[in-house]
Nanobody, 123 residues
């Protein structure tokens, strides 16, 4: 059974940093591109960042570019998202997702999803 479990969210203040983690099991982790998405109340789920199955390329949404880093540790079957200079607009549930091989930036392209971790950024 495939399982993706996010962690690392919480309540932080504007300007703080967070490191989100996603632990994967039940799949050949190194064969899957991994993505991070987020969804705020009343809004559509949106792309945040992604990393290829080989870990040789990354992509970021304009909203987080320059202040975020996605990485993966295949030995731990874990993907990370570092977010810096957090602001209230970053408040959302952050989801980890997996897609076989090729990386994409559209939620519908991902087959497996975690339960999400809440990030709340106060002023």
């Amino acid at each position: 059974q495939v399982q993706l479990v996010e962690s690392g969210g919480g309540l932080v203040q504007t300007g703080d940093s967070l490191r989100l983690s996603c632990a994967a099991s039940g799949l050949a982790f190194s064969s899957y591109s991994m993505g991070w998405f987020r969804q705020a109340p009343g809004k559509e789920r949106e792309f945040v960042a992604a990393i290829t199955w080989a870990g040789d390329a990354t992509a970021y949404a304009d909203s987080v570019k320059g202040r975020s880093t996605i990485s993966r540790d295949n030995a731990k079957n874990t993907v990370y998202l570092n977010l810096n200079s957090l602001k209230p607009d970053d408040t959302a549930v952050y989801y980890c997702a997996a897609r076989f091989l090729a990386v994409r930036d559209t939620p519908s392209e991902y087959k497996y999803w975690g339960q999400g971790t809440q990030v709340t950024v106060s002023s």
